[in-house]
């Protein structure tokens, strides 16, 4: 049974932090890819940052200088920490996984439930 479990969201002012965490189950995390994505109400889910099985990591040009994606292998678990918020990244965070597992041959998609990030003065 493949489980992502995001942690970490609330409420917080602008120019605030947050650290979005997702806790992976049921798939070989060392050989999956991660990423986050966040969607905001009325509009398209969309990628924010993404890290390779590897340690690559990609960050969108949004959130670039504020945003660090990282993965603890050892925990299962990839993060998103988030500094400087801004009103505009007030969204529904997804963490995603393209997951290699024991259940099937290749990479599937798996995501979390999401987690609330809200930014408002």
């Known amino acids: 049974q493949v489980q992502l479990v995001e942690s970490g969201g609330g409420l917080v002012q602008p120019g605030g932090s947050l650290r979005l965490s997702c806790a992976a189950s049921?798939?070989?995390?060392?050989?999956?890819?991660m990423a986050w994505y966040r969607q905001a109400p009325g509009k398209k889910r969309e990628l924010v940052a993404a890290?390779?099985?590897?340690?690559?990591?990609n960050v969108v040009d949004s959130v670039k200088g504020r945003f660090t994606i990282s993965r603890d292998n050892a925990k299962s678990t990839v993060y998103l920490q988030m500094n400087s918020l801004k009103p505009e990244d007030t969204a529904l965070y997804y963490c995603?996984?393209?997951?290699?597992?024991?259940?099937?041959?290749?990479?599937?998609?798996?995501w979390g439930q999401g987690t609330q990030v809200t930014v408002s003065s």
């Open positions: 995603k996984a393209v997951a290699l597992g024991v259940g099937w041959i290749g990479r599937k998609e798996h």
């Open positions: 049921g798939i070989i995390f060392g050989g999956s890819d």
């Open positions: 890290i390779s099985s590897g340690g690559g990591t």
